[in-house]
C-alpha cells in the first residue's frame, strides 16, 4: 500500500496563476483533509471530505477549492494564487468518523507563490 | 485563544534526559491525539489516549479528561527524537468531524 500520496512535492507560481494539488489514498478511507502549516501557527483546516462527492469549508477556505470524484482522490484548487498562500500543504485521510480513528498523513506539498 | 494549547514551544534537552511535554485543551473530547513530525516534514500519529497511559517503547503519553491536560514524556532521550511533537483534539460538527491542532514543540536532542 503506498498509504497518503501527495502530487506535485514541490511548486512555484507567480501572483495569478493556478494550480491543483492531489492527494489520493489505496486505504479505502471516507474522509479526507487538506491541511496548510505555517511557521509558529501549526496545521490549519482548508476543507475536507467525509465521503465521495461530500466537501466542507475548514477554519481557513478562502482562496481554495476542493472537489472529491472519486473515493481515492482530493483535490485542493488555487483558482489564483497570492503570496499568502505560500506554505506547506498536507493532505490526510481517516477510515471514518470517530475520535480514536488514526488520520494517516501525506509527505506534504512546498508551494512557494512569488 | 486556541482550543489546544502546547509548552513549551521549544526544547533542547542532552542525550538521556527525561522530556515532558505538555498539552491543555478548551474543548470537551473523548480522546486526544499525539503526533510526530519528522525533521523531513512526514507527520505520523504517536497515540490516541482517552484516560490514564499509555506506552510505546521510550514514549509515554497520559492524560487527565476532567483537567482536560495531556503529557508525552519521552525516557532516556535520543539524538533521534528530535522532531516536532503535536498534539491534537477531535471536533465533531454537523459536517463531519475533524482534528485542531496544537501549535506544536520543537525537540532537539543534543548528543
Known amino acids: 500500500n503506498a498509504g497518503v500520496t501527495q502530487t506535485p512535492k514541490f511548486r512555484v507560481l507567480k501572483t495569478g496563476q493556478s494550480m491543483t494539488l492531489l492527494c489520493a489514498q489505496d486505504?479505502?478511507?471516507?474522509?479526507m483533509y487538506w491541511y496548510r502549516q505555517d511557521p509558529g501557527m501549526g496545521l490549519r483546516l482548508i476543507h475536507y471530505?467525509?465521503?465521495?462527492?461530500?466537501?466542507a469549508k475548514g477554519e481557513v477556505p478562502d482562496g481554495y477549492n476542493v472537489s472529491r470524484l472519486k473515493k481515492q482522490n482530493f483535490l485542493l484548487g488555487l483558482e489564483s494564487a497570492a503570496p499568502s498562500q505560500t506554505s506547506v500543504y498536507f493532505c490526510?485521510?481517516?477510515?471514518?468518523?470517530?475520535?480514536?480513528?488514526?488520520?494517516?498523513f501525506g509527505p506534504g506539498t512546498r508551494l512557494t507563490v512569488l | 485563544k486556541n482550543e489546544v494549547e502546547q509548552s513549551p514551544q521549544n526544547l533542547t534537552a542532552q542525550e538521556g534526559e527525561f522530556i515532558t511535554i505538555n498539552c491543555s485543551y478548551s474543548?470537551?473530547?473523548?480522546?486526544l491525539h499525539w503526533l510526530q513530525q519528522h525533521p523531513g516534514g512526514g507527520i505520523v500519529s504517536l497515540f490516541m489516549?482517552?484516560?490514564g497511559k499509555k506506552k510505546h517503547g521510550r514514549l509515554i503519553a497520559t492524560i487527565n479528561i476532567q483537567e482536560k491536560h495531556s503529557s508525552l514524556h519521552i525516557t532516556a532521550s535520543h539524538p533521534r527524537d528530535s522532531a516536532v511533537y503535536i498534539c491534537?483534539?477531535?471536533?465533531?460538527?454537523?459536517?463531519?468531524?475533524?482534528?485542531?491542532f496544537g501549535e506544536g514543540t520543537q525537540l532537539t536532542v543534543n548528543p
Open positions: 491534537a483534539a477531535p471536533l465533531w460538527e454537523t459536517s463531519g468531524s475533524r482534528l485542531t
Open positions: 489516549l482517552s484516560s
Open positions: 490526510a485521510s481517516v477510515k471514518g468518523p470517530g475520535s480514536y480513528n488514526e488520520q494517516f
Open positions: 486505504m479505502n478511507h471516507e474522509y
Open positions: 474543548v470537551g473530547i473523548s480522546a
Open positions: 471530505s467525509v465521503g465521495e462527492g461530500t466537501t
